[in-house]
């Protein structure tokens, strides 16, 4: 048994997971990792680079990196796919006219080899705006329905507010340990 | 034997009376835990996971991947539901083939990892073609919105455009016209306007999101709190607004002049543009050329009262600070934008 073996090992005894988050530009990925973690959100800047945050959740070790979406970061988002096990992808709901940018780049994420095995967390941001549209409208839009190749979910929720992130942060949870830890 | 050792010595430290008893229930429980131990291991080394090497891997792997083409290429697309059936069999053994290399993935080397992953690659495009060309009318991935669903929903009209095709490319140019107009129909805003004076109350605004979309030549006052602005596609316009509480979205914006307080500035695709700012986090600019920044100035009567509805901090400005995400240079400042020198600001201001 190798080290290399015995640090993989390791990293599974301690149910360690590693989520991407990506999403178009001022879709709220900062925002929902910082209101995930009880943060102050309202001095957040635009992500010139990324955000990593550690934390335990549920007797996980979630490492989540938050990856600026701006048209100039985002062929560096690929920097980041190695050994994921979640994706969520985030989405401003009220941003009508991108819904289409949004969903060729969810799709060609979805054709990444380094990606197959990962979980597919939708979040339908920003539904505390009077424009939102709901998470089914979005779902329609990204054509979730036709995915075959990932697990995935859509889940409606407002960074601002906190609502509805634990609840798809833990389907997310529920999702992966099913297939990585299925073997304890 | 050292286990009994280390009961005796526990058992001594209990001051029991039944110092020849216990220890013998004991050993039994030992004994029980121990069987119980081996028969778990056992029970583990039987599943298939447990056989760490790469030979078995490898012999199960294939096993499962010729059983998944052989689904694959038994399937045609003579009978629908049939294939169908197939497909989604196919389609839930490989996601369990999947599942078996991640598990396996530990005790592989790095080569064999590979190599699976791309058989399993390899499949999952197989599957997919299959799927298109037995399933022709439900072809796998990014399509537009069926017809059905069109009629449920009208409030998703980016994708209505209906030429959307597998590998993502553009719908034509002139639906995108069509279904912009829908879409700013529905949302608080103007678009479409020409040499014109817009305004709107707060009354209007009242926290909404606006859209402000194909403008040239319009003089645009947005009195109130809007939680969110966004400006696309508009020349030779002044805008000004109230105190935005979230974030100002600017795309392909030109030769215009635009006065706002928000907590951040998107700017993108503009060229030629004053912007009066007071921004409490940051502004940034992207694929953007003569760019100019001065401190929001713009006043109306009731901005006090919008300030303290959009919960923006008055004392904090950074117009200063803007981030042009295609000048990452340390030291040396970006070409893109300047700031406006005191004489040459706009002082005053029509309402």
Redesign the interface.
């Known amino acids: 048994m190798g080290l290399l073996t015995i640090l993989k090992k390791m990293k599974h005894k301690e149910r360690e997971m590693r989520l991407l988050m990506l999403g178009l530009d001022n879709a709220g990925k900062t925002t929902i990792l910082k209101k995930f973690n009880g943060e102050d959100i309202s001095t957040i800047s635009p992500t010139l680079g990324f955000n990593i945050k550690t934390l335990e959740h549920r007797g996980f070790k979630l490492n989540i990196w938050d990856v600026g979406g701006q048209k100039s970061l985002r062929s560096y988002w690929r920097n980041y796919f190695e050994s994921t096990d979640g994706l969520v992808w985030v989405v401003d709901s009220a941003d009508r006219l991108r819904l289409d940018d949004c969903k060729k780049e969810l799709s060609s994420l979805l054709q990444e080899e380094r990606l197959a095995g990962a979980t597919l967390l939708v979040f339908a941001n920003k539904q505390d705006l009077p424009g939102a549209l709901s998470k089914e409208a979005i779902g329609e839009a990204m054509g979730l329905d036709d995915i075959k190749t990932h697990h995935w979910c859509i889940i409606g929720c407002s960074a601002v507010t906190g609502e509805n992130l634990l609840s798809g942060v833990d389907w997310l949870l529920d999702d992966i340990a099913a297939r990585v830890f299925t073997a304890d | 034997m050292d286990i009994q050792v280390d009961i005796c010595e526990g058992n001594r430290d209990d001051n029991s009376s039944n110092v020849v008893k216990i220890p013998e229930r004991l050993l039994q429980r030992e004994q029980a835990r121990l069987d119980d131990a081996e028969r778990r291991k056992e029970a583990k080394e039987s ?1 298939s ?2 056989n760490e090497n790469s030979e078995f891997f490898t012999k199960a792997f294939n096993r499962d991947r010729a059983a998944i083409e052989e689904l694959i290429s038994i399937c045609s697309g003579a009978d629908r539901a049939l294939a169908t059936q197939t497909l989604d069999e196919a ?1 839930a053994k490989t996601q369990q083939l ?2 078996f ?3 396996s ?3 592989l080397a790095q080569y064999e990892l590979r190599q699976a ?1 791309a058989s ?2 390899k499949l ?1 495009t197989s599957l ?1 073609e299959k ?1 298109d060309e037995a399933l022709p009318k ?8 069926t017809k059905a ?1 069109e009629q449920v ?1 009208d ?5 209505q ?1 209906g030429e ?1 095709v597998i590998d ?1 490319h ?2 034509a140019e002139s639906s995108i016209g069509k279904v ?1 107009e829908t ?1 700013y129909s ?3 805003g103007f678009s479409n306007m020409d040499d014109m004076v817009l305004t709107k109350t707060a009354g209007e605004i009242n ?3 606006v ?1 402000l ?1 194909h403008l040239t030549n319009c003089k645009v006052r947005l009195f109130g709190s809007p ?2 602005l ?1 400006i ?1 596609n508009v020349s030779g316009c002044e805008i000004l607004c109230g105190p935005v509480s ?2 100002v ?1 600017v795309d392909h914006c030109s030769n215009s002049t635009l006065a706002l307080p928000c ?2 500035l ?1 700017t ?1 695709n503009t060229t030629s543009t004053q912007v009066y700012l007071h921004v ?3 502004a ?1 600019i ?2 953007c050329q003569g760019v100019s920044f001065a401190p929001f100035t713009w006043s109306y009567p009731t901005l006090d009262e919008d300030f303290v509805v959009s ?1 923006l ?1 008055r004392a904090r400005n950074n117009w200063t600070q803007v ?1 042009d ?2 000048w ?1 240079a340390l030291g040396t400042p970006s070409p893109n934008w300047t700031l406006i020198s005191e004489e040459d600001r706009k002082t005053t201001w029509e309402i």
Request: hydrophobic content about 25%.
């Open positions: 599943h996971v447990a389609t999947q599942k290399l991640n598990d993935m530990m005790f992953q399993l690659q999952q997919a799927r439900k072809k796998f991935a990014f399509r537009s919105r669903t929903c409030t998703v009209p980016a994708t455009s959307t993502g553009t719908p912009e879409v529905k949302q608080c926290k909404n999101d859209l979309s939680s969110t966004h696309k979230s974030s979205f907590q951040q998107r993108h409490t986090s940051r940034i992207e694929d919960g901090d981030d995400f295609n990452l």
